[in-house]
């Protein structure tokens, strides 16, 4: 697992020990960043189901302002900060945030706090129902900037899933997709966007 471009390109990452931990493959990584680059630069990223980190690391590496790496497994958070470590980068003196918490839970506290994000990348657990809800809450909670972007990756053998994504969710329409093999990756724009 590396970063594949930016500042920090070549960096090592660290792997998670558990297969509870899935990171996303360079290939699918590259395809992201690839169809974003011209929305990293000076963004405000929020990376939900952050696992690993290599998704807001190499938002971090390609320019983004700020990051926030959210996800509930301390496992996890612990594996980010040493990522974030291994980058030479302190989230005291970056603009980084970690939190630890359940996305609902992390989704309403932002939105509270009227945080608002360039760019979003959910990535929750493939086998996991919490797609439709999360965001739905990201809309009700307007955490996408107007001319935001959002990313959610899910696996095309969720058939049901890939049918509700295809639809939009609140304000959110997809405009993009694309498939590697199992991994399939939606990108949303506000309704009032297009």
């Keep these: 697992m590396r970063i594949i471009a930016g500042e920090f390109k070549g960096r090592r990452l660290k792997a998670p020990k558990t297969s509870a931990i899935r990171p996303t493959i360079d290939r699918v990584k590259e395809s992201v960043f690839s169809i ?93 129902n919490i797609y439709e809800g999360c965001l739905r809450l990201i809309s009700e909670n307007q955490l996408l900037n107007r001319s935001g972007l959002i990313c959610v990756e899910c696996s095309q053998i969720n058939g049901r899933m890939v049918e509700i994504l295809q639809l939009g969710v609140g304000d959110l329409r997809p405009y993009n997709k694309k498939c590697y093999g199992d991994t399939m990756l939606f990108f949303y724009k506000l309704e009032s966007e297009f």
Aim: proline share 3%.
């Design 36 to 128: 974003l680059k011209n929305e990293i630069a000076n963004a405000r990223f929020l990376d939900l189901c952050a696992g690993s980190g290599s998704i807001g690391l190499e938002a971090i590496s390609r320019g983004a302002a700020s990051v926030t790496f959210v996800d509930r497994d301390p496992d996890s958070i612990q594996l980010i900060r040493s990522n974030l470590h291994l980058c030479g980068l302190d989230s005291k003196v970056h603009k980084i945030q970690l939190r630890k918490s359940s996305v609902q839970k992390a989704i309403r506290a932002l939105g509270k706090k009227l945080e608002s994000y360039d760019l979003i990348y959910f990535d929750p657990p493939y086998g996991s």
